[in-house]
């Protein structure tokens, strides 16, 4: 039961959307964008977020687009993660999703709301991270392409009216050879220890990771020393475990100790 | 016809392959009113204040009712739970105050805008600090506790509630014949229940008084019985009515959510009103699985015959008693597991901590101390070199033998466990190895363990059965026991059917359980339907076949003697041609003229479990149940030595059920059993902080078994009769579980050479173990 009430906006279109923010946010009131709600329900049951209203982008267009166009991969905002899996286009985006949450949440759960909700691990976004995606926004100022890398440092930085109608990839990164593994306390389907998944291109690796820090990242150090054929293996897990840009996680999960045995693990497959 | 040991289409099927079945929470009415409850935020303090001004302003909300306003001791042993926290809190999750309103939401707003103050105070995180010397003490006034019961008595001044104790043989002669000693420690925490339907009650008092329940209980009598006590009610007054329950696993023996909901209608002048628990709630708030401390000696000689063991078991009750203190002398009466040990002590202490109070759960405790008893004897039999199949076979309770409150073992009241092992072994092919190198960096390991059971029912515990006809000669088979999801009542129907010679299609059962339509059935928990409600279906049947014979000699021109029951029938023994249908007798038998002799047949049956004693204070010689069931159990693993990760590929239990009725549904009830143990082997657990704030009551935090992680499940039966027993056939809905955390963790520690102490052991625990090893 979510113990609140709060009116429910279900645009047709950006501008409809944005209207409905505009007019609720003038009075006084807060409302927040949404496609899935698996995470609005959760944070209303646990009264973490009491928003006044809600707006459901799930009926515009633009945000529901999945194909590829021009070289690029269209993965609108509000996909689902079946939807993504199912459509085989990406093949490293769509095992990264097909392991996020169990699959009755992953027909709700969409790739927007993943990048940009509440949950500290956020897989969804690595493929975009190694990709050099571009996001497509919507806004006050219209529509607007920003590279990922732009917008996101940790989590997303958008204001709150500014919401992702979808994301660009560019075809050239959609086969090539990637690894994704995924490393939980005990379970098929849990929260990661750790997330990695790499990308092959132009003869060069490409990491990022999920789980390891509070925030999923993609370090162009550790790609550095990965790449670097001069060292040893043992040389570069060293390095690497030096590299990693934040406080290791420790949560009910794994303990930080825990999770460095794991990664070292984990790198120690990849590079092999 | 024999329709025993055939599978059968179990009665509640349609009803949940459809989503027909219909739970408490499925009946809504136009006019209730909705509940929730506030918790306590901290584990052990005082209340300074509760304001709830700014709440009842709340437009929607009715009532709210504190612990000021209903000053009642509760509970099934001992009277020593507030129905809401009274000036002091004594665990993280307390019920403090009930707010009722006209909608849920509202009553959930409600609750966050009351303020409580608190003054904290030092809180107990163990058993085993619980019983320091110097730790505060959690109720004050234990011994001024009404005691329901003669053989519970909380000891004054200390945070024990009850004791019990046995001494057998002499284990200081045991301990100086023993070569190999192995002396162990452990802790096991405390775990969530996890029904699938959460906890939820509607009470409503109508204009006569009567009190009318609707409750997802496993003891709708229990719940009559005590509010009349708790309230002062007339209990005829009292209605308890329990539709289909989506799972108790023991947690819904126990009687909570029915005190506060009564409570709430009480306060809005009777108006119906329902009190639902959130999952997150039913966490914190609601009883759930015990913990336990233990310590544990057992030797063996050269030949690896156990000499003498000598055991403390500490139950972790948490802040209230409620029924753990039987399951403190559960844990004591059946502490040799199924092995013949002459010289033993064991106490086994029920202890306050403040933890969420403790209540039954499937397994009764067994599940917990057999963790530690066939961990101890895993590494005892490595001591001994004796291959660990081996040592149990060689130490294996016989006939001739005595338990460890001295009941004479025989084959009827403990069937046959080395049998059991027997079977197992072929079962889980134990002779390729119990550690194989699989290759790369990966080991296979194998573990065991044995298990047994006594229930542990009060010696009035009783059954009463009714069995009436329809016109067309079909049954109604009315019984009080709950359809938890074991297919209970439909088991009955095949021994009544069985029993009547009849289609077991032809007799109907009522799902609901209503307190005044149907005779009291004690508590459908301890895996007691087959027993306690089967020998009163079957007392009925006879009281049945009586009255049927009785009619039919007067249409048939014989005596009773010559006559015999069939196919709806009943026959002359020496020319079945001669025979008349229940149809036509059932409801008196009609002359051609019109007239009418004999009456309504209606078959009456009940039963009570005979010579059930409380255990001497000073050696716990006594008989608390009537029989054990016994069985084998084995878990293989495959565990990767780089990461430490592990599957399990198989889980395999061989169980002396008897006589087996319907054997699908036994051995999926028996597969869940072990479903539910690897749960608990391998992540299920309450994790708290040191100020015993639970910290993982949601089920993103809470881990459970999934479907898709599940191993290989086999099971075996052996089937030595229980004389007294329906059909000879044993308890065994619960025994699943018990021996499963040990046998997976035998594995593992076979695997790594890690003798753990405790569960679970999750991939980082196994790391843990070797880095500290390593250091």
């Known amino acids: ?55 459901d982008l799930k009926n515009i267009p633009e945000c529901q687009e999945l194909k590829i166009a021009e070289n690029n991969l269209l993965i609108g905002s509000c996909v689902t993660l079946t939807k993504l899996k199912s459509s085989k286009l990406f093949p490293l985006m769509g095992t990264t999703v097909g392991r996020i949450a169990d699959h009755t949440n992953q027909t709700r759960i969409t790739v927007g709301g993943n990048v940009c909700g509440t949950i500290i691990y956020k897989e969804s976004v690595l493929p975009l991270l190694l ?142 | 016809m024999d329709i025993l040991e055939k599978n059968v289409v179990r009665k509640d099927a349609w009803d949940k392959v459809t989503g027909q079945a219909k739970y408490t929470g499925d009946f809504y009415s136009n006019n209730m009113l909705f509940a929730r409850i506030v918790t306590s935020t901290i584990s052990h303090g005082n209340i300074k204040s509760i304001d709830t001004s700014i709440a009842e302003k709340l437009e929607g909300v009715k009532k709210i009712i504190t612990g000021q306003d209903v000053q009642v001791l509760c509970g099934v042993l001992i009277k020593d739970r507030p129905a809401l926290a009274i000036n002091k809190i004594r665990y993280y ?58 053989d519970v008595k909380p000891i004054n001044g200390t945070n024990i509630a009850s004791s019990f104790k046995i001494r057998k043989g002499d284990i200081n002669k045991g301990f100086s014949s023993s070569k190999y000693i192995v002396s162990k420690s452990f802790s096991l ?91 997150e709630q039913d966490f914190v708030t609601a009883p759930s699985r015990l913990g336990l401390d233990t310590e544990i000696k057992i030797g063996a000689n050269s030949d690896g015959i156990i000499q003498a063991a000598e055991m403390r078991f500490l139950v972790d009750s948490g802040a209230y008693s409620d029924i753990s203190p039987n399951m403190s002398k559960a844990i004591a009466v059946d502490c040799s597991g199924p092995y013949n040990i002459e010289n033993l002590s064991c106490d086994s202490l029920c202890v306050y901590t403040n933890h969420g109070y403790s209540t039954a759960y499937r397994g009764f405790a067994h599940e917990s101390y057999t963790f530690c008893l066939e961990r101890t004897i895993d590494e005892l039999a490595k001591k001994c070199n004796i291959d660990p199949l081996q040592f149990r076979l060689k130490n294996a309770i016989k006939p001739g033998d005595f338990s460890p409150s001295q009941v004479e073992i025989s084959l009827s009241n403990a069937g046959n466990i080395s049998l059991c092992f027997e079977k197992l072994k072929k079962l889980i092919n134990w002779d390729e190895g119990q550690k ?54 439909s088991q009955l129907a095949q021994m009544l059917a069985q029993k009547l010679n009849m289609d077991y299609n032809r007799i109907y059962i009522t799902q609901d359980v209503n307190t005044r339509s149907i005779p009291e059935y004690w508590k459908t928990v301890a895996s007691l339907t087959s027993y306690l409600a089967g020998r009163a279906v079957l007392n009925a049947a006879d009281d049945l076949i009586n009255q049927l014979k009785e009619n039919a000699s007067i249409a048939l021109r014989c005596t009773v003697d010559d006559l015999d029951i069939g196919e709806e029938k009943v026959y002359m023994k020496h020319n079945p041609k001669f025979c008349i249908g229940f149809k036509d007798i059932a409801f008196g038998l009609k002359y051609p003229d019109g007239n009418v002799v004999g009456k309504q047949i209606i078959g009456r049956g009940s039963f009570i479990i005979n010579h059930i004693s409380t255990l001497a204070e000073d050696n716990g010689k006594g008989k608390v149940g009537h029989s054990w069931t016994v069985g084998a159990q084995a878990v293989e693993i495959e565990l990767d030595l780089t990461e430490y990760t592990y599957r399990i590929t198989k889980a395999a239990t061989v169980i002396d059920i008897g006589k087996v009725i319907d054997p699908k549904t036994t051995t999926s009830i028996i597969k869940g059993g072990m479903s539910m143990g690897i749960g608990l082997a391998t992540r299920e657990q309450y994790l708290y902080t040191p100020d015993c704030v639970l910290l993982n009551s949601s089920l993103r935090t809470y881990k459970m078994l999934h479907i898709g992680q599940e191993p290989e499940y086999l099971v075996d039966f052996v089937e030595t009769p229980q004389i007294d027993a329906p059909y000879g056939t044993r308890a065994y809905t619960e025994h699943g579980i018990i021996g499963i955390p040990a046998a997976l963790v035998n594995a593992l520690s076979t695997a790594t050479g890690k003798e753990f102490s405790t569960i679970p052991i999750t991939p980082e625990k196994i790391w843990e173990w070797e880095k500290n090893d390593t250091n």
């Open chain 1, 1 to 55: 039961m979510i113990p609140i009430n709060f009116d429910y906006y279900l645009p047709n279109t950006t501008q409809e959307a944005l209207l409905a923010y505009t007019n609720i946010t003038q009075n006084n009131k807060t409302a927040i964008y949404y496609s899935g709600g698996s995470e609005v329900i959760s944070m209303c049951r646990t009264g973490s977020i009491k928003p006044d209203a809600i707006i």
């Open chain 1, 131 to 272: 990709t050099d995606a571009t996001v497509n926004t919507y806004s006050i100022e219209g529509n607007k392409s920003v590279s990922i890398h732009e917008i996101f440092n940790k989590r997303v930085n958008l204001k709150p009216s500014v919401f992702i109608t979808s994301f660009l990839v560019d075809t050239k990164f959609c086969n090539t050879k990637y690894f994704h593994i995924k490393k939980t306390a005990n379970e098929k389907i849990d929260y990661p220890l750790i997330t990695v998944c790499t990308l092959n291109f132009e003869g060069k690796i490409r990491i990022a990771f999920s789980g390891l820090c509070e925030f999923p990242f993609r370090s162009l150090d550790i790609e550095e020393t990965l790449n670097d054929i001069n060292l040893s293996k043992n040389t570069k897990l060293d390095i690497i475990l030096s590299q990693i840009p934040g406080k290791i996680l420790d949560n009910l999960d794994g303990s930080a100790d825990y999770r460095m045995f794991v990664l070292r693990n984990t790198l120690d497959k990849i590079i092999s």
């Open chain 2, 93 to 150: 999750g307390e019920p403090l105050a009930i707010v009722i309103a006209t909608t849920e939401a509202i009553a959930e707003d409600a609750t966050k805008l009351i303020k409580i103050q608190y003054e904290k105070l030092p809180s107990i995180s163990s058993p085993t600090n619980s019983i320091l010397p110097d730790a505060p003490i959690i109720h004050e006034n234990s011994s001024n506790y009404i005691s329901l019961v003669n």
């Open chain 2, 189 to 279: 925490p405390k775990s969530a229940h996890m029904a699938t339907e959460i906890r939820i009650c509607d009470a409503e008092i109508k204009a006569d008084g009567t009190v009318k329940i609707t409750t997802s209980s496993q003891s709708p009598f229990t719940v009559k019985k005590l509010l009349a006590n708790y309230f002062d009610i007339e209990e005829g007054k009292i209605v308890v009515n329990v539709p289909y329950v989506g799972g108790g696993f023991g947690g819904k023996s126990a009687v909570f959510l029915e005190i506060l909901s009564y409570i709430a209608s009480n306060a809005v002048n009777g108006k119906k009103v329902r009190l639902t628990l959130s999952r």
């Open chain 2, 436 to 489: 194989i190198n699989i290759g790369n960096n990966k080991i296979r390991a194998k573990g065991l363990s044995g298990f047994w059971k006594t229930p542990n029912p009060p010696s009035n515990a009783s059954s009463g059965t009714i069995i009436t006809f329809n016109s067309d000669g079909s049954l109604n088979l009315i019984v009080g026991t709950v359809e938890i999801g074991t297919a209970g009542k």
